[in-house]
């Protein structure tokens, strides 16, 4: 029952790091985030990348806050692992 809460714990981390993966892809493609699926993935990345848009701004045109968004992700998720690890 742990090993399950744990395995949940860091898919669900992985599975939000692809989609901010994907939403990054999507810029390079003209057009993607106005399809159904750039719509799922901009109402699902959005809240969080906000967070990051207000704080860094773009350098030289360019934005790297997926790129820092992705890596706090993984700091988080390394310390909530963390966590269950000494829970149980």
């Known amino acids: 029952m742990i090993i399950l809460l744990i395995r ?4 669900v981390f992985n599975i939000y790091s692809m989609v901010l993966v994907i939403y990054a892809l999507l810029s390079w493609l003209p057009g993607a985030y ?3 699926l750039g719509q ?11 967070f990051f848009d207000r704080y860094i701004p773009p350098i030289g ?4 806050n997926v790129m820092i968004a992705i890596f706090v992700l993984q700091l988080i998720r ?10 149980f």
């Open 78 to 87: 390394n310390g909530v692992m963390g966590l269950l690890f000494r829970l």
């Open 61 to 64: 045109g360019i934005s790297i």
């Open 34 to 36: 106005e399809s159904q």
């Open 40 to 50: 799922i993935i901009i109402k699902i990345s959005k809240p969080y990348l906000d």
């Open 8 to 11: 949940l714990v860091d898919s």
